[in-house]
């Protein structure tokens, strides 16, 4: 297939896929990853928890934001943001991939899916198509930028967050270079921007049946006249992106960014419901609204919601990513990745809604340790997976998997 597969340098001994400079990539389109659970079924004997990517190893400060997709051949696909400096969120970093063939017991050799020079690549979204295409959105900027200056829009347009996509015909394998999207993805008037992270869906059901949804999230520039910087948290705000061209062109969904402070949209994730509509589970930036989580719903394949997000009371965390899969073959149970603790990242802990996402209630806590950033993947009809960041000191000392039975999870 194109795309690019070569050695890297010796600060890492990993595979290498994608291009040498983000900034030379071609204008292209980009999309999410489908929630289809394999065909294989759990044996048993399966491991429970294995450590795919740990902090000051293979030439990396650290690795971050996790995401997950299931091939249709059952490979597992996880990705990270490979940091080289430091965990910053600004600097050289790396978008880097490991597979695992055995359900997440092992992983193979990292990869390199993109790497942008000294500047920034991340937010890994990946989705499957109904080919078994594997399509992955990730955003790029500058190596020097940071997140508050691009609010203030004080970082040109070519150092500013940018839109590309990716995909791979071989389960991972290899990889096309990154295809810039930016102009399909990302409205005149938005300044921050992020994909994801976490997977994203392709659509099972009703007239939309195919299409790939990308839970994203921007930022705005403040009103002409206001003496506002543009950082203040009222001016986050999410979208969702679909494609009804398994990837190849893009289009800007629904819209939530309303500056009035109360609910601050930002890192959101979506799932499709079994009666067709799409549900969308936000993280509320310090918004006045009680509690960390919002949530809202689209009967349309995400192009529009019905309102826009309000406060999910019965979700408590704290203002952290989360990740939301509806279960296939196991009583509907639409779940929920994340903290548990209000105030500090820590606790991860599975909930689980059987009315749509209207309610939720505690069924797994995985353990008590710090934790931030997650993303779940289905394994087979019995078995969940989750990758999420943790460790005994802090949530960034590695990013695990955990493989969980469905019948753990209290009803």
């Known amino acids: 297939m194109s795309g690019i597969n070569?050695?890297?340098?010796?600060?890492?001994?990993a595979i290498v896929v994608g291009c040498a400079a983000l900034v030379t990539s071609l204008a292209g389109a980009s999309v999410p990853s489908a929630l289809a659970a394999p065909a294989q079924t759990d044996q048993g004997s399966r491991c429970e928890a294995s450590v795919p990517f740990t902090a000051g190893t293979e030439g990396y400060k650290g690795f971050r934001i996790p995401a997950i997709?299931?091939?249709?051949?059952?490979?597992?696909l996880a990705f990270a943001e490979g940091r080289l400096a430091s965990l910053s969120d600004a600097g050289n970093i790396d978008l880097v991939l490991k597979r695992s063939t055995d359900g997440g017991c092992t992983w193979g050799p990292l990869q390199v899916v993109h790497d942008s020079g000294p500047n920034t690549a991340g937010n890994p979204a990946?989705?499957?198509?109904?080919?078994?295409?594997?399509v992955l959105l990730s955003t790029y900027n500058g190596g020097t930028a940071s997140e508050a200056a691009i609010m203030r829009g004080e970082v040109p347009a070519e150092?500013?967050?940018?839109?590309?996509?990716?995909?791979?015909?071989?389960?991972?394998?290899?990889?096309?270079?990154?295809?810039?999207i930016t102009a399909q993805a990302k409205a005149e008037n938005w300044r921050w921007y992020a994909t994801g992270p976490g997977h994203a869906i392709r659509l099972a059901l009703g007239p939309h049946r195919g299409r790939l949804v990308v839970p994203a999230n921007h930022s705005i520039a403040p009103p002409a006249g206001s003496a506002d910087l543009g950082t203040e948290a009222k001016y986050y705000g999410g979208h969702l992106l679909y494609s009804d061209d398994a990837g190849e062109s893009w289009r800007i969904g629904s819209v939530d960014d309303n500056p009035n402070g109360y609910i601050n949209v930002n890192e959101s994730t979506v799932a499709e419901l079994p009666d067709g509509r799409l549900y969308v589970n936000t993280r509320e930036h310090n918004g006045s609204a009680?509690?960390?989580?919002?949530?809202?719903?689209?009967?349309?394949?995400?192009?529009t919601l019905e309102i826009p997000h309000r406060p999910q009371a019965t979700l408590v965390a704290p203002v952290v990513q989360g990740s939301v899969l509806q279960l296939t073959g196991a009583g509907n149970q639409l779940l929920f990745s994340g903290p548990a603790d209000p105030n500090t990242r820590a606790a991860l802990t599975l909930r689980v809604s059987t009315d749509h996402g209207a309610t939720w209630r505690p069924a797994k806590a995985l353990s008590g340790l710090p934790a931030a950033y997650s993303d779940l993947v289905q394994l087979d009809a019995n078995t969940v997976g989750v990758l999420y960041e943790t460790g005994n000191f802090g949530a960034n000392e590695t990013i695990t998997f955990r493989r969980v039975p469905i019948t753990q999870l209290r009803p």
Not at 6 to 13: D, H, I, K, V, W
Not at 69 to 76: C, D, E, K, Q
């Open 6 to 13: 070569r050695r890297s340098p010796a600060r890492r001994t």
């Open 69 to 76: 997709t299931a091939t249709g051949s059952g490979t597992l």
């Open 126 to 134: 990946p989705v499957v198509t109904a080919t078994g295409r594997i």
């Open 159 to 180: 150092q500013s967050r940018r839109v590309f996509v990716q995909h791979s015909d071989d389960d991972g394998a290899n990889w096309s270079a990154p295809r810039e």
């Open 290 to 303: 009680p509690g960390n989580r919002a949530d809202a719903y689209s009967r349309d394949g995400g192009e």
